[in-house]
Structures are given as C-alpha cells and as structure tokens.
C-alpha cells in the first residue's frame, strides 16, 4: 500500500502559522485581505488601521513568515449583558484558504476573550453566504455552544443596494 500524501503544504501546516494581536502596521494588508474576498463588504483603508489600533484586543492576525494571511476583527459590545464579542469580518487569504484557518482564528479569539469573562459571539452573516453560516456553526458546535439565527436587517434598512443581514448569536449551551 501506498504512503498517503499530505496535502499539507509548510505554509498551511498548523504550526506555520502564528496568530497575534493586530498591529497598526497590518492595517494595510488586511485591507487587502478584505477587498481580493471580493465578498466582504469593504471598509475603508482608514478603518482597517483604526481598528489595527482602537480594537487589537478583540481582534486577532494570522501570519505566515510574519506576513498576514488572515484576520477576524471584532469588539465588545458596550453595556450588553453578558459581555459579547461581536465579530465583524473574517477573511483568509486565497492562498490559505480550505486548511481551517478561519476556525482556528475564531477559537483562538474566542479563547482570548473568555479570559476577559466575554463568553456570548454575535456576528451578522446574509442568508446566501454558505460558508460563514457553516463556519460559525461548526465552531459553536465544536465549543459545544448553541448557535441561533434571528433576523436584524432587512434590505429596506440600507440605504444601497445590499442583502438582509441576519445576526447568528453563539452562546454556551447553559445560558439563559
């Protein structure tokens, strides 16, 4: 029988990559990140470096060789109870893309908020992004974590062309 070959390539392999708080020198680059998804909505350069800046504790970079190849960025919500990380973009290089990165980026911050007593995620994903939806829910099921969806904008609530908003809220399997 044939050796099995790993498709595992040393800038994929799990221990390749480093993950980090951002830093305002990454603002760029996840800029970049963000627009070549070609999906998410993108923000402006300014605000990547803010949120480089204002939101690195409830934000976290994933780097290969000390480059960016990933990021989700997220803040508490101020004055929710309980403490809630919401979560506002995931991205993954191309490059990088398929090997799990964007979960593993999730319970790493995921991880790092808890000690914080931040345990409830929130985040908003459109009803025809696949992949988001599976993506938060095999992380909440992963943490053993409920996940729920509710309905939070409507098309109407925009002032541009743009899909509904549903908000998916993940929260221990014990909590009220």
Do not use: K
């Given at each position: 029988m044939m050796p099995t070959q790993s498709r595992t390539t040393p800038t994929t392999a799990p221990d390749a990559v480093k993950f980090r708080k951002p830093q305002i020198s990454d603002g760029v680059r996840l800029w970049e990140i963000a627009k070549d998804t070609q999906v998410l909505d993108l923000n402006s350069s300014y605000s990547y470096l803010l949120w480089c800046r204002d939101f690195r504790e409830t934000s976290i970079v994933a780097t290969v060789n000390n480059r960016a190849v990933g990021f989700v960025?997220?803040?508490?919500?101020?004055?929710?109870?309980?403490?809630?990380?919401?979560?506002?973009?995931?991205?993954?290089?191309?490059?990088?893309?398929?090997?799990?990165?964007?979960?593993?980026?999730?319970?790493?911050?995921?991880?790092?908020?808890?000690?914080?007593?931040?345990?409830?995620?929130?985040?908003?994903?459109?009803?025809?992004?696949?992949?988001?939806?599976?993506?938060f829910t095999s992380v909440a099921h992963r943490r053993g974590c409920t996940i729920t969806r509710q309905e939070l904008f409507s098309p109407k609530d925009f002032p541009d062309s743009h899909e509904s908003e549903d908000l998916y809220i993940i929260s221990p399997q014990n909590a009220s």
């Open positions: 960025t997220g803040y508490v919500r101020p004055g929710v109870v309980p403490a809630t990380l919401f979560v506002w973009q995931v991205a993954v290089d191309e490059e990088h893309r398929g090997h799990g990165l964007a979960g593993r980026m999730l319970t790493s911050l995921m991880d790092h908020v808890a000690l914080q007593g931040v345990w409830a995620l929130e985040t908003t994903i459109s009803p025809d992004n696949a992949a988001s939806i599976a993506l």
